[in-house]
Structures are given as structure tokens and as C-alpha cells.
């Protein structure tokens, strides 16, 4: 059984930074994609970076060059490192496995629970 449990959300002021991790099991990273997508208040989930061994990583427009994804295999685990953190970067983050920009949500197929960010202006 594929299990995502994110952490590491919370309040923040804009410019500030926060790491969210994802701890995974039931799967191998060298198998799929992983990465995060997000749900910005009234809005729908969108992309935000994915990493994969075939592919490399990718990120959202709105994020490259602030946020840095990465994964530790002997962990089982994944992070985002969220540098320069703006207003609109409020949402729940997600952590999904089968992740691919070009296709969001469709071609996802596993999502954690979420872990709540919050950037103050």
C-alpha cells in the first residue's frame, strides 16, 4: 500500500523560507515520478516540481529558481525546499506519486493528505 505523509507547512512571511518533506513507502522512487503539487485558496490543484531518475527534475514556472526538489532513496523521502516565498505560495502542498507537469492532475495517481503554507504579506 502506497502511503505519503507530508510535514513541514506552516506560517511564514513573505521572502521567508520553508522545507517540506514527504515520507514514502509502498513504492520505490526508482520506479515512478514523485513530486508536489498544490491548491491555492478557491482555486484548482496545479503542479508546482517533480523528480524522477529518467527524467530529472521540473518545475512550475512561478517557482523555478526559488524551490529546489530533491529525494533521499535510503529515506524514502522527499523534500521542497521553498526559498523566497511569495503570497500567492499559500495553499496546501501536496506530495504525489506519478508526477508530470505536462499532464497535472490526470496523470497523477497517489496523493498524500497535504501540509498547510502560509505566506503573510
Known amino acids: 500500500e502506497v502511503q505519503l505523509v507530508e510535514s513541514g507547512g506552516g506560517l511564514v512571511q513573505a521572502g521567508g523560507s520553508l522545507r517540506l518533506s514527504c515520507a514514502a513507502s509502498g513504492f520505490s522512487f526508482d520506479d515512478y515520478s514523485i513530486g508536489w503539487f498544490r491548491q491555492a485558496p478557491g482555486k484548482e490543484r496545479e503542479g508546482v516540481s517533480c523528480i524522477s531518475t529518467r527524467d530529472g527534475v521540473t518545475y512550475a514556472g512561478s517557482v523555478k529558481g526559488r524551490f529546489t526538489i530533491s529525494s533521499d532513496k535510503s529515506k524514502n523521502t522527499m523534500y521542497l525546499q521553498m526559498n523566497s516565498l511569495k503570497s500567492e505560495g499559500t495553499g496546501v502542498y501536496y506530495c504525489?506519486?506519478?508526477?508530470?507537469?505536462?499532464?497535472?492532475?490526470?496523470?497523477?495517481?497517489?496523493w498524500g493528505t497535504g501540509t498547510q503554507v502560509t505566506v503573510s504579506s
Open positions: 504525489v506519486v506519478s508526477c508530470h507537469l505536462r499532464h497535472g492532475v490526470r496523470g497523477t495517481r497517489h
